[in-house]
């Protein structure tokens, strides 16, 4: 089975590539950033789901209404990372906290939940020739990929390094030092994407594969709750230290938010309200997804109603 790991790479490397310092003069606050290594992987990425479900779709009709959905998923994430790396929010982001803030958050609770509900990989797939995807499919299923991915998306394993991008960037020193470097910038951007298309995959995609590979369902649901519910909590609890904050802590912030007529602490109360207050509901919400989900699946039939049915 095709699994999430080319996904992270390649989506991480579109967030990667999509830091514009604005420290010249010239630049604008408002400007549209068309950075080519990012122009280019949106493209190919959304070429090849159009192929590939279009290649899909001329199969037949079975399961048709679950991939137009799953489109419907891909093209919404897929238009966020546009609004998130093209768009003049990624322009702001680099004069003002609160739209750096945003941008954070549209990366991790609205691309990447949508993305891994799009499962794009296996439509990816479908874009290549019958050669190439026999040759794809049986790289993905080596021991170099698979073990590596197993233990990249147990829920202990993907939860912990999606909490681990959140607080350790968050720092001071280290938020300061992406500020200042670009490099450092790039590492910041992968890594927040690439945790979260990790996290949601535990949340999301593990149910569906245990599901469809006669897995424990209500175990993965269970896990995925529990995720959604000690991630809600602390990253309620940094936004809130950052709304709260009787000081600045990002001292470089100070600049380029007072240019733009704004109060540097304000600046930040704000972005901390948006990781706080829309950044929980967005865990509620998934939350909400997946217990729907569990409560609607469908129990098997006893062994008594199988034979009366059977007979």
Same mark, same amino acid.
């Given at each position: ?10 989506? /991480?490397?579109?967030? /990667? ?13 408002? /400007? ?48 966020? $990372?546009? =609004? ?11 004069? $003002? ?6 941008? &954070?958050?549209?990366?991790? @609770? ?34 170099? =990929?698979?073990?590596?991915? !197993?233990?990249?998306?147990?829920? #202990? ?12 960037? &968050? ?13 450092? &910038? ?10 979260? @298309? $990790? ?19 209500? /175990?993965?649901?269970? &896990?995925?709750?529990?995720? #959604? ?12 230290? @950052?709304? @709260?904050?009787?000081? =600045?802590?990002?001292?470089?912030? =100070? ?9 540097? #602490? ?26 729907? !989900?569990? #409560? ?5 039939? !006893? ?9």
């Amino acid at each position: 089975m095709l699994k999430l790991a080319p996904l992270c790479a390649l989506l /991480a490397c579109a967030g /990667a590539n999509a830091h514009v310092p604005a420290d010249t003069p010239e630049a604008s606050p408002l /400007a549209w950033t068309f950075e080519p290594w990012v122009i280019v992987v949106l493209t190919v990425s959304v070429v090849l789901y159009l192929v590939g479900y279009v290649k899909l779709r001329r199969r037949g009709a079975q399961g048709r209404k679950e991939r137009a959905a799953r489109l419907a998923a891909f093209i919404a994430g897929w238009l966020t $990372l546009v =609004i998130a790396l093209v768009s003049p929010l990624h322009g702001l982001s680099e004069w $003002l906290f609160s739209a750096h803030m945003l941008q &954070h958050e549209l990366f991790m @609770l609205v691309a990447a939940p949508l993305l891994v509900i799009g499962r794009p990989l296996g439509v990816w797939l479908w874009a290549f020739p019958a050669n190439a995807r026999v040759r794809i499919g049986a790289a993905t299923r080596s021991r170099w =990929i698979r073990l590596p991915w !197993r233990w990249l998306t147990l829920p #202990l394993v993907a939860w912990t390094l999606h909490a681990a991008a959140l607080w350790i960037w &968050h720092a001071p020193r280290f938020f300061e030092a992406a500020l200042a470097r670009p490099g450092i &910038h790039t590492l910041q951007h992968a890594s927040f994407l690439a945790s979260a @298309l $990790l996290f949601w995959w535990a949340v999301f995609g593990r149910v569906s594969a245990g599901a469809s590979e006669g897995g424990p369902e209500g /175990a993965s649901n269970a &896990h995925a709750m529990l995720s #959604l519910f000690t991630t809600m909590v602390h990253t309620g609890a940094l936004g809130a230290l @950052l709304t @709260l904050a009787p000081g =600045i802590w990002y001292p470089s912030c =100070i600049e380029t938010t007072r240019a733009l007529g704004f109060d540097p #602490l304000q600046d930040q109360q704000l972005g901390g309200l948006v990781m706080w207050v829309p950044g929980g509901l967005a865990y509620l919400i998934g939350g909400l997804m997946v217990g729907a !989900r569990w #409560l609607m699946r469908r129990p098997p039939p !006893r062994i008594g109603e199988r034979i009366a049915r059977e007979g």
